[in-house]
């Protein structure tokens, strides 16, 4: 069954090909990279810094020079290298104390950068004058070489005062900039979290009344149903063991199997353990809202029997969950939606992991695909 599955969905998806790549030639990128003095988007901030000090690089050669006419290439290639060297430095060894960055406070840590960044570049300095008029200059006397060593100390301190006072700054500004992009985001799940589709809220408490009299132990488990479900629903923004996230579907799924009956069939295929589903993260609900997607959309304008397809997996460092539900040209055509849920899914999951989110839309001839990948973190 999942071997001829999967093979329609491979036919489904290059059949639908060509279209994707014509409707959408760029892939979706995500502009909210993480905070510096973490390891998300960390390689988008030091292209900008770099790109950032090279023209400061330019600015200072030029004030040097004090005209176009004037300016010297190889005083330019230094300050270039200068700059770029320091900002290097400062990137490795951020990198290699993360830990204790990301533990601090915003200022505390912006502080202690700013510390770390002039011993840098007054060590660097330092060495530069060591080699330049110890080791390449024989004739230079010990007090001599003692007193060139620091001739150049205040004047690229103060280079590095500037510098540092400019990164940081920049660093700053796009950290309050995240915060409030990530309050935005946060404000706008949380009211569409709260807006859970009220046509399932009704149908379910007309099952459920239906249900008392015939079947009051199904009944029961249905509300216990829907009240989990809705418990999570006004929580928090949080990421959620894969497992929980799972179990919280087949809540919801087995809600709608109950009013829709034999019409409803979830084929599930999961490839991971169940150690890995409790140590993988997920933003919570972000499996319901496809689902339901896929029920609203294939599933009720059928009117037979209609299979929906969850197949998760782990694919070179990646999550990949492919959800299928059948489809026909005039079923979407009667119930176009706005694509809120999908890309509201699609904002969560880049909120939390960055540029490593891959999520796709494929819609073949009678099979829609929805495939989403990122790469997994452990709790």
Known sequence: MWSWWLSKIKKSISLAEAQQTKLFPTAYRNQNSSYFFTKNGRWQHLFELIIASNILALVLALAEAQSWQALSGGRLLQYIVFINWVILSFFALVERFQHFFSGLRQEFALAIGFVMLQAIVVLTTLISNFFQFGLLNKHASLTQGWSTYFSNVPLYLSYGILLGAFCLRYLYVREQ??????????????????????????????????????????????????????????????????????????????????????????????????????????????????????????????????????????????????????????????????????????????????????????????????????QYQTK
Do not use: C
């Open 177 to 374: 900039w995240l915060h409030q992009q990530y309050a935005e985001l946060n404000a706008r799940i949380q009211a569409m979290q709260a807006r859970i589709h009220p046509h399932f809220l009704f149908n379910s408490l007309n099952n459920v009344v239906s249900l008392i009299a015939i079947d009051p132990d199904k009944a029961e488990g249905m509300l216990i149903s829907l009240s989990r479900l809705f418990r999570a629903s006004f929580q928090e923004l949080k990421l959620v063991s894969l497992h929980e996230e799972i179990e919280l579907s087949k809540q919801y799924l087995m809600i709608e199997q109950v009013r829709l009956g034999e019409r409803l069939k979830v084929d599930w295929k999961i490839e991971l353990s169940p150690v890995q589903l409790k140590q993988i993260t997920i933003p919570l609900l972000t499996l319901q809202p496809l689902l339901e997607n896929s029920i609203f959309h294939g599933v009720e304008p059928m009117m037979g029997k209609a299979t929906i397809g969850v197949l998760v997996e782990i694919l070179q460092n990646q999550v990949s969950i492919v959800i299928t539900n059948p489809y026909t040209d005039d079923t979407i055509n009667s119930r176009k939606g706005h694509g809120i849920a999908l890309e509201n899914v699609k904002q969560r999951l880049k909120a939390y992991y960055g540029n490593s989110v891959r999520f796709q839309v494929y819609k073949g001839e009678t099979l829609y695909t929805t495939i989403m990948s990122y």
